[in-house]
T-cell receptor
Framework: QKEVEQDPGPLSVPEGAIVSLNCTYS??????FMWYRQYSRKGPELLMY????GNKEDGRFTAQVDKSSKYISLFIRDSQPSDSATYLC???????????FGPGTRLSVLP | DVKVTQSSRYLVKRTGEKVFLECVQD?????MFWYRQDPGLGLRLIYF???????EKGDIPEGYSVSREKKERFSLILESASTNQTSMYLC??????????????FGPGTRLTVL
């Protein structure tokens, strides 16, 4: 079993839809949870991070962590064509610890 | 503006060749990382470095080595390239003072094809 699992997609949605992206993980020691966005032919860039369980909101993006279920989610409201990218979840056991990345979900938002 | 640059965007090499991938960051970051990215497998850590002349193995170091002679530069070396090393290679850097997000800044990647 992989340490971090993520549905690879591709996921296609119409503009304006609410998008839900998810990761599951097996290591209960993970404390920091991150979402990276990667546009085609670019390196990943940090979108959001959360520490331990709970929600975090930033504009149209909401990150949720449920440590009891070992499940994290990223919600995108009012999705835009510019949100079309691959979304990678990442997690680490602690501050300064290395990341473990999910394989990424490719999202297409159709105008 | 934060910047991580990689020496080549695309590289084609022959089996058995020695390959050098260079990464330079201009943010005075202590930490630098080399990942490879393959479909369905995500990013896998090859090597990382927390300081000049210091290196640590990541999850898949076999067939690779690294060099960090200056703080801003981190090189990945394939001593004898093989076809299973065909991949996208991503360099990243981060600062120990980056706060709890421990954000890693990535370069654009080098797509290496080994024939």
């Amino acid at each position: 079993q992989k340490e971090v699992e993520q549905d690879p997609g591709p996921l296609s949605v119409p503009e304006g839809a609410i998008v839900s992206l998810n990761c599951t993980y097996s290591n209960s020691a993970f404390q920091y949870f991150m979402w990276y966005r990667q546009y085609s032919r670019k390196g990943p860039e940090l979108l959001m991070y959360t520490y331990s369980s709970g929600n975090k909101e930033d504009g149209r993006f909401t990150a949720q962590v449920d440590k009891s279920s070992k499940y994290i989610s990223l919600f995108i409201r009012d999705s835009q064509p510019s949100d079309s990218a691959t979304y990678l979840c990442a997690m680490s056991r602690g501050y300064g610890q290395n990341f473990v990345f999910g394989p990424g979900t490719r999202l297409s938002v159709l105008p | 503006d934060v910047k991580v640059t990689q020496s080549s965007r695309y590289l084609v090499k022959r089996t058995g060749e020695k390959v050098f991938l260079e990464c330079v960051q201009d943010m005075d970051h202590e930490n630098m990382f080399w990942y490879r990215q393959d479909p369905g497998l995500g990013l896998r850590l090859i090597y990382f470095s927390y300081d000049v002349k210091m290196k640590e193995k990541g999850d898949i170091p076999e067939g690779y080595s690294v060099s960090r002679e200056k703080k801003e530069r981190f090189s990945l070396i394939l001593e004898s390239a093989s076809t299973n090393q065909t991949s996208m290679y991503l360099c990243a850097s981060s600062s120990l003072a980056g706060g709890p997000s421990y954000e890693q800044f990535f370069g654009p990647g080098t797509r290496l094809t080994v024939l």
